[in-house]
């Protein structure tokens, strides 16, 4: 299948704007989403799920590093899979992928609406969800650059807001009210809430999107990995442990805005400071949100190209040099996601994209280590076989609990998996071999 396109990505990316994305792409995982957990699991039993998640994210970063040095394409888990697996291996990690950064982006619409209702009640939380996302579909379509020193900028404003914050509420932090009601669901709730610790992470793996727009790809992706990891980490914890320590957790626990609820119980309702706080607090949900919007269209794009999705979402502009078609099909699904869903059950179905392709991922990193022993690897996982093997466990175990804890949007996600393949079968796509430069040797059928 020869690549016809003309227009390539532009390489422009340096290591502040990865770590801008990484940042940027997962931050609104600290303002909301989360909480939920604490309704299924309580403070401590959140807390514990979190540490395991965490370790998670810490052994599959190191070991995705690898394939994303390795074989940098817009990809990410697609291209991996394929040249690991072949065709079905590509259409499985490609569809996770898909579903994970499209439905993620409805998601946190829905935090961005909820955040403008919390300030200004006349405001519909759909229609201003509707209204951002046109305009940060427009944004993405002028220029990855332009996109991207953008997040650069959100996104230090986002992690400012974070440790003001964790500044404000500290001297109100009571372990009385964190220890409260601990564990009302004992260990079952452990599990059941590792979906939500995922959504303070999810998305990170979204920097290898960007593979094909980095300069020095092979030296600069680890740093923006490492450091974006190492930022979250210490902004995860913090938002989680001091917000449970404000008043009763349970308050908090099925709010879309717990951030700004805090601050207000800190501070009182009608302390200026909250709304102010509530105001900057968008600039967190900005940041993931356009970061979401970049990541999927370039797995869009990328499995256009391939043949995978209809070719015309892999046309890239011939003045921005950005792939339009890719940001609007991704913004229509948003759409679609935003009119049928609820943000708890987008949250969940975007987290299973996640935890699936992040299996397939750990699985081909096994397979390309054995099957291609020579391959170049700029950043090798350290520790391997453990981290790999870690991440991958843990991995299946949340991927398990989802299946058993939200029985019915499982349903929703690997039936939709299940027609991809068929579709894919029907037309023949499991016999191409495709003629990229992820691809060992090249064949044009």
Not at 405 to 426: E, R
């Amino acid at each position: 299948m020869a690549n016809v396109n003309t227009e390539q990505l532009k390489r422009v990316l340096k290591p502040i704007h990865l770590w801008a994305i990484a940042v940027g792409l997962v931050i609104s995982g600290e303002y909301f989403g989360w909480n939920f957990g604490w309704a299924v699991s309580g403070t401590v039993g959140f807390l514990i799920a979190t540490l395991v998640i965490t370790l998670m994210y810490i052994t599959f970063i190191f070991s995705y590093t690898e394939l994303t040095t390795s074989i940098p394409h817009a990809g990410g888990a697609f291209a991996y899979a394929y040249r690991a697996m072949g065709p079905f291996g590509g259409l499985m990690a490609g569809y996770a992928t898909l579903i994970d950064f499209l439905f993620a982006t409805p998601a946190i619409a829905f935090g961005l609406g909820a955040y403008l209702h919390f300030l200004y009640p006349v405001i519909s939380v759909l229609y201003s969800a509707l209204f951002f996302n046109v305009v940060f579909i427009i944004i993405n379509i002028l220029g990855v650059k332009e996109s991207a020193t953008f997040s650069v900028f959100i996104t230090i404003l986002a992690v400012a807001e974070l440790l003001l914050f964790m500044g404000i509420v500290g001297p109100h932090f009571k372990s009385a009210n964190f220890l409260s009601h601990p564990m009302p669901f004992g260990w079952t709730g452990v599990f059941a809430a590792l979906p939500y610790a995922v959504w303070f992470y999810l998305a990170i793996e979204g920097v290898a999107m960007v593979a094909e727009e980095v300069k020095d790809p092979k030296r600069n992706i680890p740093k923006g990995y490492i450091s974006g990891l190492a930022t979250l980490v210490l902004l995860a914890l913090g938002v989680m442990i001091f917000t449970g320590g404000i008043s009763d957790w349970r308050k908090l626990s099925n709010l879309d805005y717990p951030l700004p609820e805090a601050i207000s119980i800190a501070l009182g309702k009608t302390n200026s400071f909250t709304k102010i706080f509530a105001s900057i607090g968008l600039f967190g949900l900005i940041a993931s949100f356009h970061g979401t919007i970049l990541a999927s269209s370039r797995q869009v794009f990328a499995m256009a190209r391939s043949g995978y999705l209809p070719k015309g979402l892999s046309k890239v502009s011939h003045k921005f040099k950005t792939p339009h078609w890719a940001i609007i099909a991704g913004g229509f699904v948003s759409f679609i996601a935003l009119f049928t869903g609820t943000t708890n059950q987008v949250v969940i179905i975007s987290v299973m994209g996640a935890v699936f392709m992040y299996m397939m991922s750990m699985i081909s990193l096994f397979v390309l280590r054995r099957k291609e022993p020579n391959l170049e690897r700029p950043f090798a996982s350290p520790f391997y076989p453990v981290f790999p093997a870690i991440a991958l466990i843990i991995s299946v175990i949340t991927l398990v609990a989802m299946i058993y804890y939200y029985f019915m949007l499982s349903l929703i996600f690997f039936a939709g998996l299940a027609l991809a393949c068929f579709v894919f079968i029907l037309m023949g796509k499991h016999k191409a071999i495709l003629n990229e430069d992820f691809m060992i040797a090249p064949v044009t059928v």
